[in-house]
């Protein structure tokens, strides 16, 4: 039976006005609102390949990242929109993979905000190499026992699956493919999901000589974060296509989703909740590490997670909040603690020095704060973005944006009438 007490409380405009200008939107989708948007994404993807070429002419000196601290926005970006990816697969397979009814026609909008963020986090990985000579290195001398490794071909595998699965299910609604092809092949995009997740979380686990990162519950967690900002992702992409006349997402599919998202902060919030917990037990050792993400310079990203995951949590949970906008706010809320849980994972393990006594000889190479010695570069942050990063990672993310807004445009994404 249908939640109708719940479902009703939603605005009804949002029920009035969008079955309304559904069918006048329609037939001018794809006019000049879409092609704009995907030359805005095309101008920014080649200001960010320059910006990349000047990368690569100057060496990966000109960034912020340093010996000390040699992961920084990219890698943060990649496990962001890793974690992004999870969500439209996930949302579009689980429901097919266990024969239960789904979220409505968005299916295959989903699937596609997981291709495009799959992209992102590849285009991430590429930049971060330092040259493209490298991609090149990693398969012709690639070592199969290194996570790195293992990363690498899971996420190659996860794309060319997603895409997969997205055919599969343009060519299931012409009834060329069945429904238990169908659903293998869900099952299997389902545990490639979960793969892909486990396996980048793994490789920040086997980092021992890193307090904040060498730890089992890293794993689940990584896949509990995925679950929260994948499902922020596709909710808000969903609502954004309604408004603008692509697709119809009943109120009873978005509640759905609303709930879904609240349980998925829920466990992501206890999850984190028990790491807490077990490095601030008296006679610990990850004292230092608590007190870095709640007072020290992290404390912004860690409360910015918290109250946000909260106030997400809060919405979702309460039939009387759950209204368009309040429902945009707490998916936007629930993205933005999930960005903010990957700076202080990235960060936080680079920002205790595991130097014993800071033996190591600090310079331009060794650390990016260095003019004052090792002590005083680590009490503040030890790693902020140079401005060639952000261009470079905005190029990534509008490189993202145009291959979304290309699906839009060219693929029968659009349910079946």
Not at 8 to 33: M, Q, R, S, Y
Not at 115 to 127: K, L, P
Not at 284 to 299: F, N
Request: aromatic fraction near 10%; charged fraction near 10%.
């Amino acid at each position: 039976m249908t939640d109708t007490s719940n479902v009703a409380v939603l605005d009804d405009n949002f029920a009035a006005t969008v079955p309304e200008a559904a069918g006048a939107k329609a037939a001018a989708w794809g006019g000049k609102g879409l092609n704009a948007g995907i030359a805005v994404a095309g101008v920014l993807t080649v200001a960010g390949l320059a910006l990349w070429a000047m990368q690569l002419t100057g060496g990966m000196a000109q960034t912020a990242m340093r010996n000390l601290d040699s992961w920084g926005l990219y890698i943060t970006m990649f496990m962001f929109f890793v974690g992004l990816s999870a969500g439209g697969l996930i949302i579009s397979s689980v429901p097919k993979a266990l024969g239960i009814k789904g979220f409505g026609g968005i299916s295959k909008v989903a699937v596609m905000s997981s291709i495009a963020a799959t992209v992102a986090a590849i285009g991430f990985v590429v930049v971060d190499l330092g040259q493209p000579l490298r991609v090149w290195e990693l398969f012709a001398y690639s070592n199969l026992g290194s996570p790195l490794m293992w990363d690498i071909i899971v996420l190659a595998t996860y794309l060319i699956l997603s895409c997969a699965y997205l055919w599969a299910q343009v060519r299931a609604e012409a009834g060329r493919v069945s429904s238990t092809a169908l659903r293998v092949i869900s099952v299997v995009a389902l545990v490639c999901a979960v793969l892909v997740h486990s396996v980048t979380a793994w490789i920040f686990g086997l980092q021992q000589s890193h307090e904040m990162w060498h730890t089992a519950l890293l794993a689940p967690w990584f896949v509990s974060s995925a679950l929260v900002c994948g499902t922020g992702l596709v909710t808000l992409v969903c609502m954004a296509l309604s408004r603008a006349g692509y697709l119809e997402l009943s109120r009873e599919s978005l509640v759905k989703l609303v709930k879904l998202l609240g349980a998925f902060v829920v466990v992501d919030l206890y999850f984190f909740g028990c790491d807490l917990l077990t490095e601030a037990f008296p006679g610990a050792s990850g004292a230092e590490v608590v007190a870095m993400l709640v007072s020290g310079p992290l404390a912004p990203f860690f409360w910015v997670e918290v109250v946000g995951c909260a106030a997400a949590a809060v919405i979702c949970f309460t039939p009387s909040l759950r209204r368009p906008g309040l429902i945009a706010l707490a998916s936007a809320l629930a993205i933005l603690a999930i960005l903010c849980k990957r700076v202080q994972i990235l960060v936080g393990g680079f920002q205790i020095a595991n130097l014993a006594d800071y033996a190591a000889a600090s310079g331009p190479m060794t650390v990016t704060n260095w003019e004052s010695g090792l002590a005083a570069a680590y009490q503040g942050m030890v790693y902020w973005p140079a401005p060639i990063e952000w261009g470079v990672a905005l190029g990534v993310v509008a490189l993202a944006v145009l291959v979304f807004l290309l699906g839009l445009k060219f693929l029968p994404l659009r349910p079946q009438d």
